[in-house]
């Protein structure tokens, strides 16, 4: 009894104290002193709570942006190989690093904004957006996300975000060049109503152009409308820093959906299970005879529609046009019946798979049997996908030939029959990814050599070897890129051969770093 008064009398003792001490110090004062203390504590404790919480989420973001994406594509190819998909991404996990962040945005000072409409199908408009990315760098501008063309004979409705994967490309690239979806707010009024200057770049220009004529106008007009973009770069006498730049654009930035990346993966894994298979892009297609005025084997029916279509589209600059010279200068792509003769003397055995990566070939199946006789196993994208696979991408002719774009890298051989814009550029890729074969076909060398076979000129065997020999140095292997001064348009075509971004698989005695003996 006594013990708990000792400790009640001690603690009246020293509140009593303590209330003494508050009345000394300001009494109210130091109580509000006390509780805005601990709020202050409390509101710090809060605010550090939100802070290491965004930080893992923003961590947690980019780990995701850059983990995604390679292991669902593994750049720089664009499918995984041998295995099923989640086996593959297994190992590239793996193979990662334990941390992977963005790259760091570069920093600049902003000249101005640059917006462009790109023209053509969809392997031009590819080289131009890398050539429109590399520019806009190095004049110090901010490039809008590109238009792309609806206004060509395909006349595909696609936005650049139905093709390509518009976030990787815009966060694979900010550390050299800043890109937005739209202009900013306080300039899309003036966008709208037009109120900014558009032109048309000089083609085969360098770097000292846009920097000495294109730059000025962004500055002082602060938006510059680039209204035709393919061939606006030349292909040599650039700086090394920029022709890597434009294939980093190429093989890493513009990467396309990952629904057609799925679709493409699948086609793939389909041809893979019944064996190797040859991409043939046979461009026997209407547009292109129509505009080429190429019409050999057609008969006079077909000759009056394509010449009909071809006075219909008042850009097509060439009207009258002799078919049968422009097939001798080698200026057509090969009919159906000359490329199954001339994979015959390859030695292309009649057994392969052979996809055809192309729209609907003119003539349809009639024209198709020439072919389809020599070699059965020739199939399509609509023959091996259920048209609900398809339906997504129906009537959009760039998301199609996206699709065959992506097959066409992972084939085993890719012949193209003519060299157009995507003979060039899957040329070129399948270059970067260990140069791949691609068998570059001398058109105005074999349609000579066919007729004097038709007419009896040549035996089978010669005929055959002839074709072998003069092809084995046209096969994609390493060769230092064709330079012809002042004249840009009979050079080899630098998508087609980027050298200066390519790991050469050989190198000389003297230690060079190309081989140009294949």
Not at 190 to 199: A, D, I, K, P
Not at 259 to 283: A, M, N
Not at 374 to 399: A, G, I, W, Y
Request: hydrophobic share 40%; glycine share 6%; net charge positive.
């Amino acid at each position: 009894m006594q013990l708990e008064m000792c400790k009640s009398e001690k603690s009246i003792y020293h509140r009593k104290l303590w209330e003494m001490k508050v009345k000394f110090l300001g009494g109210s004062k130091f109580k509000n002193s006390l509780v805005s203390r601990s709020r202050m504590s409390l509101w710090m404790i809060r605010a550090m709570t939100i802070l290491l919480l965004w930080s893992c989420f923003v961590h947690l973001v980019a780990l995701g942006e850059m983990w995604g994406p390679r292991l669902l594509k593994g750049w720089p190819s664009c499918f995984n190989h041998g295995h099923d998909f989640p086996m593959a991404a297994a190992q590239d996990m793996a193979s990662l690093p334990m941390k992977i962040a963005l790259p760091p945005k570069r920093i600049y000072q902003n000249n101005g904004y640059l917006m462009i409409s790109c023209n053509g199908g969809l392997n031009q408009m590819r080289a131009a957006i890398c050539d429109m990315v590399t520019i806009a760098r190095y004049m110090n501008v901010t490039l809008i996300v590109p238009e792309l063309d609806k206004t060509s004979f395909w006349n595909d409705p696609s936005e650049f975000k139905d093709i390509f994967d518009v976030d990787h490309f815009i966060t694979s690239l900010r550390d050299e060049v800043r890109i937005l979806k739209e202009v900013p707010p306080r300039l899309k009024r003036r966008v709208e109503l037009g109120v900014y200057h558009t032109m048309p770049p000089i083609s085969w220009s360098n770097m000292s152009y846009y920097q000495d004529q294109i730059l000025p106008l962004v500055k002082k007009h602060k938006i510059l409308h680039l209204n035709k973009t393919d061939t606006r770069l030349v292909n040599n006498e650039l700086p090394v820093e920029v022709q890597k730049l434009r294939c980093r654009v190429n093989f890493n930035g513009l990467r396309f959906t990952p629904k057609i990346e799925e679709l493409g993966r699948r086609v793939v894994k389909i041809l893979r299970e019944k064996g190797p298979f040859l991409v043939l892009h046979l461009r026997y297609e209407m547009d292109m005879l129509a505009f080429s005025g190429c019409s050999h084997g057609c008969n006079r029916y077909e000759e009056e529609e394509l010449t009909r279509m071809r006075y219909a589209y008042p850009w097509w600059k060439e009207k009258v046009i002799n078919s049968e010279l422009k097939r001798k200068e080698g200026l057509c792509p090969l009919t159906p019946e000359e490329t199954a003769l001339t994979l015959s003397a390859l030695g292309i055995d009649r057994n392969v798979q052979i996809y055809i990566a192309a729209g609907e070939i003119y003539g349809g199946k009639r024209r198709l049997k020439a072919l389809t006789d020599v070699f059965p196993n020739v199939v399509r994208k609509e023959t091996l996908l259920d048209s609900s696979d398809l339906s997504f991408c129906q009537n959009h002719s760039s998301q199609m030939a996206a699709l065959d774009y992506l097959i066409s890298l992972e084939s085993d051989i890719f012949v193209p029959t003519y060299y157009g814009n995507m003979a060039k550029v899957v040329e070129g890729h399948r270059r970067f990814l260990g140069f791949k074969k691609t068998i570059e076909l001398n058109r105005k060398f074999l349609v000579n050599l066919i007729d004097e076979y038709y007419q009896g000129m040549l035996s089978w065997e010669v005929f055959s070897t002839t074709v072998k020999s003069f092809h084995a140095t046209r096969m994609g292997g390493p060769k230092k890129r064709l330079v012809i001064p002042n004249k840009p348009k009979e050079e080899d075509y630098f998508y087609a051969n980027p050298y200066e971004c390519l790991q050469l698989l050989h190198e000389n005695e003297n230690g060079n770093s190309l081989d140009e003996t294949k």
